[in-house]
């Protein structure tokens, strides 16, 4: 059920006391206008359909239903009730200024019933509150206190107080209940001390809120500073929960009506930007426009209806059309909650929860024989431990999901809760040496008492000596998202100074995720003492010393690469390459070089045919032109180069090579050639592999590109022949 919006009067004193402070002090007025700031700035971020007036009391003027010669004067409503905006933050910052005179609140709160009377009739509200901001330092009367408080209880009209100082400092011997909130909330400067205009209003108010409410009336009163701490965060954006009804199914013949609920989702930002003019602001004065152009010199236009999809696959691009799309697309009868079977919940594994939201499904409402079955399957599924596996589909257009649902049983309510399981391609499948088995790795008794030490220090949740009371030190559902807090810092903040650099980040925005203080204290010496039993030293990596007959090696003995290839097939290595090599058959344009390296090293593979299709691919690079292609391109021919010289099969690569140069030449691609030259891809030597003739001079002019000759272009007919040309020059 969404929540009503609630009808909200602002209700602050500008009379000359408000405006009147000491040296390097904040006057009350500023005070208050930096809470109703914060309010408003809440209400208008988080998107409330809640509606806000203000009025003011202790103006020079007035403007009111109720002012008459000599009643409820000095008494303005600033604004009537309407939805929180921007031009309110504007009002309450730059409009609003102090006022020379001074009016009873009484009579202000009066004002304030009669707008949240009169404005709200034929609207539904939920609540009608009033916010009191005032220092109390304008004369009350309190001749109409008792009408007040009766027509606050009849209409149901909340009210709040906001005071610059708690209404218990003058107060030494009272009830010091009546400033619960204060307690925790002193002021850290020195106090003025109260005058007796101001001790006879705190009397008023207590007798007003002691009235409305005996038990906790009082509490209703707050300090400036108080409500800037507590109002220093954003309020959340309010979502209107939207019921999701469908048919929960178990086999052909049992149906039991459900309705589910959104209970966890990731609340993104809204997407509002847009861009406009930068020297108007105005979105109409910038105009997108899209045009597709075909890659020729002269860049002809296509019109968007002769345009088609088309998915890459590998270097090939599959024409793929909206039609097509429609097609493809996964069709369901309609939406769907059907059991498939059931399953242990032990077997269902924390680390396979996925999916982006989760759901909580009820019997639907008004339907007892739903609710009876519903019931009877939520609590046989809690007795047995066990979930039950479902197929969910949002609606027929919608892919079909994998979930578990579990049972979940309060003294308020009984449900499922779903949440969605990978299908194959999701899971992630990796391989780890164990570590018990590696004597390195097993840690003392030592090691392992410290460690526990530390996990017991960092425990968030604090344990009473009683061994009942319980509180979490760390409450994520508590912690607003730092990044919605920053940005509407940053927006409310560039909507009044355009001009100026952002603001620094604030520092409870800092403080939010950071280790809570006491357990910061409680793990400081666990920490020394895994710092101790887990010395870290430095590892300086030793250079290979190289002796003279390393460097006055002959190197026609052993005929060693100037690049040693790496060697992967050592006994006891292990690869992830190793474990496909089964399921490659041929190679392929997503991985073409890695496909070849496992061919070519099969029993009876056929090295030429292998290697062709390698080059068949390389081809195909060239052919794209684009420096992603090419480097896809030169790998290719890098790991065919090292495999023919590991496998003596050099002459197959050096004839390869030398075509692939002269098509090179051919299709004028310099460039790519360019690279080869920089990465010192050549023709294989014969001091790299015997089945070579290739010396390291052929293999270093190989790589030159070749020369172009100067042409002499032939005569034109102006006047002359070849001799007489000839004879000139």
Not at 232 to 258: D, V
Not at 395 to 423: H, M, T, W
Not at 548 to 563: M, N, R, V
Request: glycine share 4%; net charge negative; aromatic share 8%.
């Amino acid at each position: 059920m969404s929540r009503c919006k609630v009808a909200i009067v602002l209700c602050l004193d500008v009379g000359f006391t408000m405006s009147s402070s000491a040296p390097d002090e904040e006057s009350s007025l500023e005070q208050a206008k930096k809470v109703m700031t914060k309010f408003v700035q809440r209400q208008v971020f988080a998107e409330s359909k809640d509606e806000v007036a203000v009025v003011l009391f202790g103006t020079d003027g007035t403007r009111n239903d109720l002012a008459s010669r000599d009643q409820y004067q000095n008494i303005t409503v600033h604004r009537s009730l309407m939805l929180p905006d921007f031009d309110l933050l504007e009002d309450i910052q730059d409009v609003i200024k102090p006022g020379s005179e001074q009016a009873d609140f009484l009579d202000a709160i009066i004002v304030c019933m009669d707008l949240l009377q009169k404005q709200t009739v034929g609207k539904k509200y939920e609540k009608r509150h009033i916010e009191l901001f005032t220092d109390l330092g304008s004369t009350v009367s309190e001749d109409q206190l008792e009408i007040i408080i009766a027509n606050l209880k009849k209409t149901g009209i909340s009210l709040q107080f906001f005071l610059p100082f708690p209404v218990d400092v003058d107060d030494e011997g009272g009830d010091t209940s009546a400033s619960v909130h204060s307690h925790i909330h002193r002021n850290p400067f020195p106090r003025k001390g109260l005058t007796e205009q101001q001790k006879e209003g705190i009397d008023v108010v207590r007798k007003l809120m002691h009235a409305l409410d005996e038990e906790g009336g009082l509490e209703e009163i707050y300090t400036f500073r108080e409500s800037l701490e507590r109002l220093s965060m954003f309020k959340k954006i309010e979502r209107r929960p939207m019921a999701w009804p469908c048919q929960l199914t178990i086999g052909s013949n049992l149906s039991i009506r459900i309705v589910a609920y959104k209970s966890v989702t990731e609340e993104k930002v809204k997407k509002v930007w847009t861009t406009v003019d930068a020297k108007t602001l105005r979105k109409d004065d910038v105009q997108k426009e899209t045009v597709y152009c075909l890659n020729d010199d002269d860049e002809t236009e296509v019109q968007k209806d002769d345009t088609i999809q088309g998915f890459r696959y590998g270097s090939d691009i599959v024409p793929f059309s909206k039609e097509d799309e429609e097609q493809m697309k996964y069709k369901t009868e309609a939406k769907c909650f059907s059991v498939l079977g059931f399953s242990r919940s032990s077997q269902i594994q924390r680390h396979c929860y996925m999916g982006n939201q989760v759901l909580k499904v009820f019997a639907a409402k008004d339907d007892e024989n739903a609710a009876v079955a519903f019931s009877a399957l939520v609590h046989a599924l809690d007795e047995l431990k066990v979930v039950a596996v479902v197929r969910y589909a949002y609606d027929r257009r919608s892919n079909p999901q994998i979930g578990a649902a579990f049972p979940y049983i309060k003294d308020a309510y009984e449900c499922l809760i779903y949440v969605q399981l990978p299908y194959m391609e999701d899971l992630r499948q990796y391989i780890f040496s164990s570590l018990k088995n590696n004597k390195k790795c097993i840690p003392t008794a030592d090691q392992l008492s410290a460690v526990d030490s530390l996990i017991d220090s960092m425990n968030l949740v604090y344990e009473a000596d009683d061994g009942e009371t319980f509180e979490d030190l760390f409450k994520p559902s508590k912690i607003p998202n730092p990044h919605f807090q920053r940005l509407y810092q940053c927006l409310q903040h560039k909507a009044f100074h355009p001009n100026e650099p952002l603001p620094p980040i604030e520092e409870h925005l800092l403080k939010m995720l950071e280790m809570p203080s006491v357990v910061k204290e409680r793990c400081q010496g666990p920490l020394e003492k895994i710092k101790a039993l887990f010395p870290l030293k430095e590892v300086v990596k030793k250079k290979d010393k190289k002796t003279a007959q390393d460097i006055f090696k002959d190197s026609s003995e052993d005929g060693p690469s100037p690049k040693k290839p790496r060697i992967e097939d050592e006994e006891g290595s292990f690869s992830i390459m190793k474990l496909a090599e089964g399921n490659v058959t041929s190679v392929g344009s997503v991985n073409p070089a890695e496909d070849f390296r496992i061919l070519v090293r099969q029993k009876n593979a056929d090295f030429k045919d292998v290697s062709q299709q390698l080059i068949n691919h390389i081809d195909q690079f060239l052919e794209n032109k684009g420096s992603q292609y090419y480097m896809k391109g030169i790998n290719c021919i890098r790991v065919f180069r090292e495999e023919a010289v590991k496998l003596s099969k050099v002459q197959c690569f050096n004839d390869f090579l030398q075509a692939l140069k002269s098509k090179v030449e051919d299709k004028a691609l310099a460039d790519f050639w360019e690279i080869m030259m920089q990465d010192r891809i050549s023709l294989v030597t014969k001091d790299e592999a015997k089945e070579s003739s290739v010396t390291s001079e052929e293999a270093e002019k190989f790589l030159a590109p070749k020369e172009k000759k100067n042409e002499i272009l032939p005569p034109t007919d102006e006047g002359g022949d070849v001799d007489d040309l000839l004879d000139m020059m």
